[in-house]
């Protein structure tokens, strides 16, 4: 294989690393915000007294499940945009 198909090899599987990365990274920050959001109302239900603790270390936690997620887009916008595995290439 020369140069050219190998380039193309390597944008095709960046591709579809980026959409995994993506996708399941989307996917596992929704599931888990709908998990620990259904659990709060659940204790918020059941214990009315501690919902202000609970309500802060909910919000807490939302912002982390979501930090990992952007950190996720930024290392998949890492690759679509400045690929460091075509330097191998040149």
Do not use: W
């Not at 579809?16 to 990274?25: C, E, F, K, N, R």
């Not at 501690?50 to 309500?55: S, V």
């Not at 998949?76 to 191998?88: D, I, Q, R």
């Amino acid at each position: 294989m020369d140069k050219l198909q190998y380039l193309a090899l390597i944008q095709a599987y960046t591709g579809v690393g980026i959409g995994l990365i993506i996708g399941l990274g989307a996917a596992g920050a929704c599931i888990g915000v709908g998990i620990m959001c259904s659990r709060f109302l659940e204790a918020a239900a059941r214990q009315p007294e501690l919902m202000n603790a609970l309500q802060a270390k909910v919000f807490l936690l939302l912002g982390l499940i979501d930090a990992s997620f952007i950190i996720g887009v930024g290392l998949a916008m890492l690759f679509a945009f400045g690929n460091p595995l075509l330097a191998v290439i040149h």
